[in-house]
C-alpha cells in the first residue's frame, strides 16, 4: 500500500493496483501548486465530510476519470446529481470493494456543502487491503468511539489531523492514537492556513516522548506499507 499526502487532508492511496483519492483539496491549496490535478489517477474518490477544503476538486477529477465517489448518502447524492458516479455509505457500515473493505466510521465535526446545504454527519474511513489496514480520521475531535476501531481491525498506520482549532491537536491525536493502538501515525490537516499552523519539532517530539511515531510528510511525498 502506497500513500502519497497532496496537502492538507488530501491523500492518495495506492492499494492492489488500484488508485483512490481521499478528499481532494488541491488546486485551492497554494501550498501545493506543484500538484497538477489534471494528472493524478483516481479509481474511487472517498469523500470524509463536505466541506470545501475537501471536496474542491472532487467534481473536475471525477469528471475526468470516471472514479467513484464513495461517500455519505447526502454527499453521494450532491455528486449524482452532477452525473458523477457514487458508493453511498454510512457510519458503521462496511462493503467489499475491488481493492479491499471500507468502513465508514464516525467522527466529531460538522458537515455542510459551501452553500450552507446539509452534507449528512462527517465520518472517517477504515481501508483494509494488501494486508494492510489504515484508519483515515477525517476532521476530527478527540472521541471515545475510535475505541472501537481496534476491536475489530489491526492498524498499521492512523492518518489523523493535528492541526489543531477545526480539529484535534497534537496532544489530543497522541491519545487517539492511543485509543485506535496504533502508534505509527501520519498527520494532516496542518499548516494550510494561519489557524492550523504547527511547530513540527515539537509535534514530533511529543509523539517520540510516548514513544510514537509521527511522521509529516512533503507534499508530493509519499510512504510504503
Ligand atoms: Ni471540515
Ligand atoms: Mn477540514
Known sequence: M????????????????????????????????????????????????????????????????????????EIVSYFEKLGIECHPMNHGGKWDFDFGIVRYVNAIHTSSFPDGSYGGQPGGFVIEGEHKNIYIAGDTALTFDMKLIPLQTKLDLAILPIGDNFTMGVDDAILAS????????????????????????????KFFEKEKDLMLLEIGDFIEL
Request: hydrophobic share 45%.
Open 178 to 205: 492511543d485509543f485506535v493502538a496504533c502508534d505509527k501515525v501520519l498527520g494532516y490537516h496542518f499548516d494550510t492556513f494561519g489557524y492550523i499552523e504547527i511547530d513540527h519539532e515539537v509535534a514530533k517530539r
Open 2 to 73: 502506497k500513500i502519497t499526502f497532496y496537502g492538507h487532508a488530501s491523500l492518495g492511496i495506492q492499494v492492489n493496483d488500484v488508485d483512490i483519492l481521499v478528499d481532494p483539496f488541491i488546486s485551492g491549496n497554494p501550498k501545493a501548486s506543484h500538484i497538477n490535478i489534471d494528472e493524478l489517477k483516481a479509481d474511487y474518490i472517498l469523500v470524509t465530510h463536505a466541506h470545501q477544503d475537501h471536496i474542491l476538486d472532487v467534481e473536475a477529477i471525477a469528471k475526468r476519470t470516471h472514479a467513484v465517489v464513495v461517500s455519505n448518502f
